[in-house]
DNA sequence: CCCTGGTTATGACGCAGGTCATACGATGGG
DNA sequence: CCCATCGTATGACCTGCGTCATAACCAGGG
């Protein structure tokens, strides 16, 4: 389990908290509580209404949906600083996908009720709100093209490129994505099953278009990745 | 091609933009123009910035993506009363899809000049609008589960609910769906192509779930298409 | 040290559905 | 009225990938 980190200190590393006033940020970090959870530990289920949201503090939490023939998918990686559940508190409806920790994670819970105090009067929120929105639902409808017209491999490709976006360090040997993901999680962010996502990897890696490891995958040959990733 | 409607009635069809003040709403109604566009004519392309977007008046526009193998899928269809374009302007990227008449179509060209001025400041405007990127967010996200784990016929099913549930008029047959839509144009909502289309449509047909016109399609059974379409 | 459970890896097999070919029924223009 | 074009329909074929089975590997616990 990794070091507790402070409320404060999450809070601010948001994109979007951190537009808050000094003082309106204060106010709400003293209404929030830092929680841990374990791998695998599901931090709140699909549908449930919750009183809060979460700020992940250290390690990463999937958005999860189960389907009816108990297969998940995963549609989204919240790393350090990313917010999740925050449409379900501003629309009233719950949060539809179950978020659950894929590694050792702190994050802070911050209560509805809070939040929508400041909320309901900042127009910089809600602007950044929706241009979040808007990239979601950008990243949705490539997901969907690739889903209906692309290959198993396209789809692996544009996971590992979005979380090499998102989360990759650039190193000597190409982009690093420090997120110890299984291959069962790469598939469900994909979309398909961990066996041929396993194939598909394997075949890159004996390619030298990948390095993987337990922790991280590497992505060595960028302009390969961006071509298999295309739509 | 129908016949012409007022801007005016256009715009306080639409849920959206009827929060306006009456004279707010006057004045962007004075800086609108009504087009026409033909069946299957494009009303702009993918990712073009253009300086306004569209409420439709009356007839039908498909928000399509034209993938590089030259398929085309289709996110979204837009009926009488709704606004298009919109999620590009305030985010200020250009809208990421091409708009494409199904029938002949009167729609109202709203300059985003006009409208961001009025937007800018109003917190309802906003809170509709992430209410609706939130519900369009739900939908995609259904859409890519179904993609991954679903049939085609799954698919299709959940098109027709879909459209059913925006669109659908109560009869004593069913509910009829008064879109004059190809095989074609489902096909391209539901990521599939047009024989798998025919296929699944053809058979519930002869097992009288639906009932297909070359105007409209009526589910006579319920039911059996809400089970068909279940995630 | 071995045992157990989780993860990666690889082969064999079957099928849903994509692709191609063909035909028939509508609709509309000349 | 005929012909051209578009949409619907259906069969035959083929393949990507899901499914199942099996094995190797690795880590942690007793």
């Known amino acids: 389990m ?3 980190p402070g409320v404060r200190d999450v809070l601010h590393q948001s ?8 003082h309106a940020l204060e106010e709400l970090a003293s209404a929030c509580r830092m929680e841990p959870a374990e791998k695998g530990e599901t931090i709140w289920l699909s549908g449930k209404h919750t009183d809060y949201f979460g700020v992940v503090g250290v390690g990463f939490v999937k958005m999860v949906k189960t389907v009816e023939t108990g297969q998940d998918l995963t549609h989204e990686i919240m ?3 990313q917010v999740f559940g925050l449409m379900g508190t501003v629309d009233g409806c719950g949060c539809p996908l179950e978020a659950r920790a894929v590694t050792g994670t702190w994050y802070v819970r911050v209560p509805k009720a809070d939040f929508l105090k400041v909320y309901g009067s900042s127009h ?3 602007d950044v709100l929706i ?3 808007s990239v979601r639902l950008h990243v949705a409808h490539d997901m969907i093209s690739r889903l209906s017209t692309g290959s198993v491999s396209n789809r692996v490709g544009a996971v ?4 090499a976006g998102d989360y990759g360090h650039e190193t000597a040997e190409g982009v690093e994505i420090r ?3 299984r291959r069962q999680d790469i ?3 994909a979309g398909t099953t961990v066996e041929s996502t396993i194939r598909v990897l394997s075949k890159w890696q004996k390619e030298g278009k990948i390095r993987s490891g337990t922790q991280s995958i590497v992505i060595t040959d960028l302009e390969a990745m961006a071509r298999e990733s295309r739509i």
């Open 187 to 189: 598939a469900e962010l």
């Open 15 to 22: 994109a979007l908290l951190n537009k808050l006033e000094a």
């Open 124 to 126: 910089e929120l809600k």
């Open 131 to 133: 241009r979040r929105a």
């Open 2 to 4: 990794p070091e507790r």
């Open 160 to 163: 590992l490129q979005i979380l």
């Open 179 to 181: 997120i110890p993901l």
């Open 79 to 81: 790393g350090p600083g």
